[in-house]
């Protein structure tokens, strides 16, 4: 099996060589940007990046220009690496399409299971293909059509939408779909599902209001 490609992004010389060593001892190939700028060259360079290890707080271009660059081009998966751990903070990065948060200082082991989880979740294949209503989610090709015309969402909201697929009409708590869209490891706030869902909602159209809420309970997806 080839080798995956991780761009690790950070200005801080030794961050990016621990957060290599541990990539590389578990068969990852890693290339490496100190800057926002760098990391964007980078990325338009090599086609065969499968996920970005992101700092916040970099020169030229910061972490959140850069998911921005890079989310009008590409669902490629981002683990934003920061310091900040504030929910506001947080929440931002998910609005632009963050896929995890991970907040310094953390445990390089935690970080490479993070690493292996987002990238079996986004090549899984199981169910090739699902649809409902008029929506059709294809998991090999991580496409979306809505009656025939592509739409184009981050890799969390196509998490999102297939979890909801695979349920239809069964009542979700948020907590059941942090726990198997964000994986079980996840300690953010349950909110950050709602911001998903806002931003799912709008890309789908008027499919969108296929996503019920439930007050008090999470939401259901349903005609």
Not at 25 to 37: C, L, Q, S, T
Not at 92 to 99: K, R
Not at 123 to 147: C, M, P, Q, R, W
Request: proline residues 2%; negative net charge; without cysteine.
């Amino acid at each position: 099996m080839d080798q995956k490609k991780i761009l690790v992004v950070d200005d801080e010389a030794r961050m990016r060589k621990i957060v290599k060593d541990f990539l590389v001892m578990n068969g990852y190939k890693v290339i490496e940007a100190e800057d926002g700028e760098q990391a964007v060259d980078l990325f338009y360079a090599d086609k065969d990046i499968a996920l970005i290890i992101l700092d916040v707080m970099m020169p030229k271009l910061d972490g959140w220009e850069v998911t921005k660059e890079i989310r009008n081009v590409s669902d490629v998966p981002i683990i934003m690496l920061t310091a900040k751990d504030t929910e506001k903070d947080e929440l931002q990065g998910f609005e632009l399409g963050v896929d995890e948060y991970v907040s310094k200082p953390f445990s390089p082991k935690v970080l490479v299971a993070r690493v292996e989880a987002v990238l079996r979740r986004s090549s899984s294949g199981d169910d090739d293909v699902d649809e409902y209503n008029g929506i059709e989610i294809d998991k090999l090709a991580h496409t979306v059509k809505i009656d025939g015309e592509p739409i184009d969402l981050s890799f969390k909201e196509f998490e999102l939408l297939a979890y909801f697929m695979a349920n239809k009409k069964m009542a979700l708590s948020r907590e059941n779909i942090l726990n198997h869209v964000w994986n079980y490891d996840y300690y953010g706030d349950a909110r950050t599902i709602d911001t998903h869902v806002k931003k799912l909602r709008a890309k789908m159209g008027e499919k969108g209001d296929m996503i019920k809420t439930i007050w008090g309970v999470g939401y259901k997806f349903e005609e």
